[in-house]
């Protein structure tokens, strides 16, 4: 029996959902977006004061800053504070801890950089008013509850539709077009206006530092709530890399349970390269979740992995007494 492996309303991965297939593979047209770009990262008081007293250094400025961005994550206060290494190319650019910086690469410096690869990725999203088990109080559900996508890739890392753009070939919207029919099993036509910033990935070995850079596009598209469950099913019929390089479409839980569980739990897994940078960017720059609740979720996160620390060595010391095998130690670490 195959059973399906899948992310549950608390945020945390665990086996019993259902997939119901149903046909239908449907055109999406692109969509005049509603939310453009906002110039504000930050919506509530202290980030859009923050934002503010950036943009105008004049006295007495600095100290504001400084105050503020203590109310904020550690990684945000680093792109906040305006400490940008611009190092562009050369290995040292850390796009994780810059991501939410504005602007590090414009779409035409990413397009000019010869020898670079290029990668798109999109996050789906949408408004509904479904409440979570119809009428069970819940903490901080964020109304109307908004649904952005995510899926589960062929190496167990959380991470967005998209990949690899061949520019000698195709554009990056046609190229991430070309991904996502692959992926989702739908056509889509993403447009320029999609498009919210391009960024180097942080180097994921030594080795990988001396191979041609990559640059990672990362696009959003509002949709109606209908055509992101006609995605949902199109992903497990339809697309030919169902199973293989896709293992399922998981919603983005943005509330919090009682419990500590939703986003925060969501937020605790392992994701590829900077997605969940890309993920916290879109959902303050969107509005989708206040700073304050991002701020709790990340710190339950932190929280919850700890937990999960612990476990897994109980879980390794487990199997190793099970199985006779030599115990683990830093040195075999791959
Ligand atoms: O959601 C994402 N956000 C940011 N970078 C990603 C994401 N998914 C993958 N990447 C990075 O982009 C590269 C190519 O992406 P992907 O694995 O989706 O390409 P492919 O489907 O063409 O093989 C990966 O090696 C990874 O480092």
């Known amino acids: 029996m195959k059973s399906s492996f899948c992310c549950n309303c608390s945020g945390s991965l665990g086996f019993g959902c259902l997939v119901q297939p149903r046909l239908g593979s449907t055109a999406f047209p692109p969509t005049k977006r509603k939310e453009q770009t906002d110039p504000d990262l930050f919506s509530t008081n202290s980030s859009q004061a923050l934002a503010t007293a950036r943009a105008r250094p004049e006295a007495g400025s600095l100290s504001r800053i400084r105050r503020l961005s203590s109310s904020l994550p550690a990684t945000f206060r680093t792109c906040l504070s305006g400490r940008r290494k611009h190092t562009y190319g050369d290995g040292n650019h850390s796009c994780s801890s810059l991501y939410m910086a504005s602007g590090q690469l414009s779409r035409a410096e990413a397009l000019a950089c010869s020898g670079c690869r290029h990668a798109c990725h999109v996050m789906l999203y949408c408004d509904t008013n479904t409440l979570l088990f119809g009428s069970i109080p819940i903490r901080h559900i964020v109304l109307p509850l908004l649904l952005p996508q995510m899926q589960m890739r062929f190496d167990g890392l959380l991470g967005f539709p998209g990949g690899f753009?061949?520019?000698?070939?195709?554009?990056?919207?046609?190229?991430?077009?070309?991904?996502?029919?692959?992926e989702l099993g739908v056509a889509f036509q993403i447009l320029e206006e999609d498009h919210v910033d391009s960024c180097f990935a942080p180097a994921s070995s030594p080795a990988s530092s001396t191979s041609p850079r990559l640059i990672t596009h990362f696009y959003t598209k509002k949709m109606e709530e209908g055509q992101i469950r006609a995605v949902e099913t199109a992903a497990v019929t339809t697309a030919t890399d169902h199973g293989q390089e896709v293992l399922g479409m998981v919603r983005v839980p943005l509330h919090s349970t009682k419990g500590g569980g939703g986003l925060a739990s969501f937020l605790s897994h392992s994701f590829?390269?900077?997605?969940?940078?890309?993920?916290?960017?879109?959902?303050?720059?969107?509005?989708?979740?206040?700073?304050?609740?991002l701020r709790e979720a990340l710190a339950r996160s932190l929280k919850i992995q700890a937990r999960a620390s612990e476990e897994l060595r109980a879980?390794?010391?487990?199997?190793?007494?099970?199985?006779?095998?030599?115990h683990h130690s830093p040195a075999h670490t791959g």
């Open 315 to 326: 879980a390794l010391a487990r199997v190793e007494g099970k199985t006779n095998l030599p």
């Open 272 to 293: 590829v390269g900077n997605a969940r940078f890309q993920l916290l960017h879109t959902l303050l720059r969107l509005h989708l979740v206040a700073p304050e609740e």
């Open 165 to 182: 753009v061949n520019l000698s070939e195709e554009s990056l919207e046609a190229g991430l077009g070309r991904e996502l029919l692959e």
